[in-house]
C-alpha cells in the first residue's frame, strides 16, 4: 500500500527566503507525482505534475523534483513572498492509477 | 465559469436530514472523483466516475450514496449522517487514465449536529 510521507507538518519563514518541501512515497513504480496548494477553507490548486520520465518541472518561482528510485520528491520556492502562505500537497497514483494518495501537507507561513 | 463548482459551500444538517452535495465541471474531462478531508488527516478518494460509470468505491459507507448522470455533473447523497462525517468533501475531475492532473472544486464544508 503506498504511504506518502511529507516533511516537516509546518514551516515559518521571512519573506524572501528560498524554502524546500519535501515528499516521499514507499512505492516507486508510480509515473507521475503531483503538487497542490491549498488555501485555508478552498479547495486544492494542481501547481506541477512530473511525469515519472522526468526529473524537474518548473513554473515561475516553483521549481519541483522526482527521484522515483529514491522515493523522493522536493518542492523548491524562490524568493518567498507572504501569498505563498498555505498548506502544500503532494501526491501520487496508486491502485488502479485513478487513486491519489495524498501526504498530509506541509503548512507554510511566509512572514513579511 | 470556473472549472469545477461544489454546491453549497456550506451545509450544516441533523443525523436524520438527508441531502445531497453537487459537482459541477466545465473542463470537458470524463473522470470525476469525491474525496473526503477530515481535521488532521489526508486526504481520502471515497469514489471514481470514468464515462459516467462507477469504477471506484472505497468501502465508503452505504449512508454515502454517489450519483453521475453524465460526463458534467456528480453528487453525492447524504443520509442518516453521524458526527464523525463532520468533514470538507472535494469534488475533482480529470481526463481519464490516472496520468492528467485532477482539478479540484473548493469543497463543501459539512457540519453534522
Known amino acids: 500500500k503506498q504511504e506518502v510521507t511529507q516533511i516537516p507538518a509546518a514551516l515559518s519563514v521571512p519573506e524572501g527566503e528560498n524554502l524546500v518541501l519535501n515528499c516521499s512515497f514507499t512505492?516507486?513504480?508510480?509515473?507521475?507525482l503531483q503538487w497542490f496548494r491549498q488555501d485555508p477553507g478552498k479547495g486544492l490548486t494542481s501547481l506541477l505534475l512530473?511525469?515519472?520520465?522526468?526529473r524537474e518541472q518548473t513554473s515561475g518561482r516553483l521549481n519541483a523534483s522526482l527521484d522515483k528510485s529514491s522515493g523522493r520528491s522536493t518542492l523548491y520556492i524562490a524568493a518567498s513572498q507572504p501569498g505563498d502562505s498555505a498548506t502544500y500537497l503532494c501526491?501520487?497514483?496508486?491502485?488502479?492509477?485513478?487513486?491519489?494518495?495524498f501526504g498530509s501537507g506541509t503548512q507554510l507561513t511566509v512572514l513579511p | 465559469e470556473t472549472g469545477v463548482t461544489q454546491t453549497p459551500r456550506h451545509l450544516v444538517m441533523g443525523m436524520t436530514n438527508k441531502k445531497s452535495l453537487k459537482c459541477e465541471q466545465h473542463?470537458?474531462?470524463?473522470?470525476m472523483y469525491w474525496y473526503k478531508q477530515s481535521a488532521k488527516k489526508p486526504l481520502e478518494l471515497m469514489f471514481v466516475?470514468?464515462?459516467?460509470?462507477?469504477?471506484e468505491n472505497n468501502s465508503v459507507p452505504s449512508r454515502f450514496s454517489p450519483e453521475c448522470p453524465n460526463s458534467s455533473h456528480l453528487f453525492l447523497h447524504l443520509h442518516t449522517l453521524q458526527p464523525e462525517d463532520s468533514a470538507l468533501y472535494l469534488c475533482?475531475?480529470?481526463?481519464?487514465?490516472?496520468?492528467?492532473?485532477?482539478?479540484f472544486g473548493d469543497g463543501t464544508r459539512l457540519s453534522i449536529l
Open positions: 466516475y470514468s464515462l459516467e460509470e462507477r469504477v
Open positions: 512530473i511525469q515519472s520520465s522526468q
Open positions: 473542463l470537458g474531462h470524463n473522470a
Open positions: 512505492d516507486s513504480a508510480i509515473y507521475n
Open positions: 501526491a501520487v497514483p496508486s491502485g488502479s492509477a485513478r487513486q491519489l494518495t
Open positions: 475533482a475531475s480529470s481526463q481519464d487514465g490516472g496520468r492528467q492532473p485532477q482539478h
